[in-house]
């Protein structure tokens, strides 16, 4: 017989708080570390609670990363005392044009825009600062709730943000209530943060129910696919940045860049990042990647080393023209949810880090005035004044200028741009077509060969995803939503020949056909490693992406 009590579900618990922060990343970490600095300078109480999907704080964090510590020298400027993880300073850096799969022509020191610059800078593994800023949130005295996935805003009755409410957890496949059923939680917060990162589900439907991107830019996304490897200590030169742009994208007609980073204990962090505007559906980020590491530049570094961790995640690279109104009210969006990446340099933590801490100064002064839904406007302000937003507006045009001019006149206008002009060239350059609008047909495009992998340099993305730690428990509702289930075939499959294959990069998209020739489509939900990319590229929009059950997904330890 069912159990009696699985037929009415148990109403929601709520929690009340000051302050609900949605994503234990550098942005939302750095909002909770200063709002609670603010609240013991000030003797005020304050409750802070910081949602993170992730089983643990940093598991679900992916970044190259070269590190400016400008936000962090802001927040702890004692941060070196207090044993934050920034163990390498850049040594060197250096940046090459590939010019073909044996070719690399180095770019010179006084040639290379000043952005990518990095000294002063440091490699690190950005989970491993975001554990570090945990520590210090829960020292300050806020609570961090990791493995509970933020799944829906709650609202007041004038439309203002309520809070969110947490995943269910222990429901099949088929929506139903197991024994193991659990409601998710209901936090009651004066002021709501999110601070999702790239594509955050929560943050894109906040976009288009408050309309905050009326007037803006189009946005723009790249997908960043990374390798950490341990080298032959004779080949480690600790500190060493290489940035490479060209093959093997161009040979395709797409755009984007590698980049290498000898850090740590004989490690190496390589990655590609391909902007999503590529136009081929052929394209696979993924085996770009794996040719990416057969060429003689990374080769020389990665010969006789182990792979050890692999992970994926889209980025937010619009720039500034791009950014949405960050407030609505009762909440606020900041980091990579906005959109604060610098595409110029590479590098997303200081700025999302500074957005955090803005946001904090809003949400404190909106708290000690009363009426956070109204106080929340001096938000714009407060950015507008800030080194954030001058230092968005100099890289303004870096990303459209690229995707307008190709690599190399945009690399030449950035050039002019960047080191003569500081940036104050009289321009604001645009690409409107969004990325996902950009695919053209398959019987347009020639189809891509790639090299079968050698699992020596270059490998499948079943054995890759077993590196993310990925898991997932599998009787659960899928959290892949397609809008129009007849169009993965009737559409993606039958004109563009099927691109959810190739653009994700951990296999969750599958075409399969037949002995007769019919195709069926298959979502292996339990391998995606919640980097985005199917959001953002899927030809008609058909994909939307919804958080799973809290704790689910990768789980990366060093990237």
């Known amino acids: 017989m069912p159990d009696e009590n699985l037929k009415t579900p148990p109403e929601r618990e709520s929690m009340p708080v000051d302050v609900v922060i949605v994503g234990a990343g550098p942005a939302g970490l750095s909002a909770a570390c200063r709002l609670m600095q603010l609240a013991k300078e000030r003797e005020r109480e304050l409750s802070v609670v910081v949602l993170e999907k992730g089983s643990e704080v940093g598991a679900h964090i992916l970044s190259g990363a070269v590190f400016e510590p ?49 000294h002063g800078n440091y490699i690190v593994s950005l989970g491993e600062v975001c554990r570090w800023l945990g520590r210090q949130a829960e020292a300050l005295g806020v609570e961090i709730f990791p493995g509970f996935a933020a799944s829906e805003v709650l609202y007041h009755p004038d439309g203002g943000i309520k809070g969110v409410a947490t995943g269910d957890m222990g429901r099949g496949a088929d929506g139903e209530r197991k024994a193991s059923f659990e409601p998710g939680m209901e936090l009651h917060a004066r002021v709501t943060v999110f601070a999702e990162g790239s594509r955050g589900h929560l943050g894109k439907r906040l976009i288009e129910q408050f309309d905050l991107d009326a007037d803006r830019r189009t946005q723009h996304y790249a997908i960043g696919i990374k390798e950490l490897w341990e080298i032959d200590p004779a080949r480690h030169q600790p500190g060493l940045v290489v940035h490479g742009a060209g093959w093997p994208l161009s040979e395709n007609g797409a755009s984007g860049g590698s980049f290498l980073y000898h850090f740590g204990d004989n490690l190496v962090s390589l990655g590609l990042i391909t902007d999503l505007s590529y136009r081929n559906p052929y394209l696979s980020p993924f085996d770009e990647l794996q040719r990416l590491k057969l060429h003689p530049l990374f080769k020389a570094h990665l010969d006789g080393g182990k792979r050890i961790a692999y992970g994926a995640r889209a980025i937010t690279k619009g720039g500034l023209r791009a950014l949405p109104k960050m407030t609505m009210p009762g909440g606020l969006l900041i980091g990579c949810d906005a959109g604060t990446l610098n595409f110029s340099k590479i590098k997303g933590s200081h700025t999302a880090m500074k957005s955090g801490l803005l946001a904090a100064e809003t949400v404190f002064e909106a708290l000690a005035a009363g009426d956070a839904a109204v106080a929340l406007d001096s938000h714009a302000r407060r950015f507008c004044e800030s080194w954030l937003y001058r230092e968005l507006h100099r890289s303004r045009n870096f990303g459209a200028a690229l995707h307008r001019f190709g690599l190399w006149a945009g690399a030449a206008y950035n050039y002019l741009d960047q080191n003569l002009a500081g940036g104050r060239l009289p321009f604001n350059l645009a690409d409107p077509v969004a990325d996902h609008r950009a695919l053209l047909p398959a019987a347009q495009c020639r189809p891509i060969d790639y090299p079968k992998p050698d699992g020596r340099l270059s490998f499948d993305k079943t054995s890759s995803v077993y590196l993310s730690n990925t898991n997932h428990e599998e009787d659960q509702p899928v959290h892949l939503h397609l809008a129009r289930p007849a169009d993965a075939l009737e559409v993606n499959y039958n004109r563009y020949a099927g691109p959810e294959a190739r653009f994700c990069p951990a296999g969750v998209y599958e075409f399969l056909t037949d002995a007769d020739g019919r195709a069926e489509f298959r979502i292996n939900a339990q391998n995606c490693v919640h980097c985005k990319t199917c959001d953002i590229k899927d030809p008609g929009g058909n994909i939307t992406w919804v958080s799973p059950e809290g704790g689910g997904g990768p789980n990366y330890a060093n990237m």
């Open 70 to 118: 400008r936000a962090l020298d802001e927040l702890f400027p004692d941060w070196e005392q207090r044993g934050a993880p920034l163990g390498t300073r850049v040594a060197e850096d250096r940046m090459y044009l590939l010019r073909g799969a044996e070719k690399a022509l180095a770019v010179p020191h006084w040639a290379v825009p000043k952005p990518m610059r990095n």
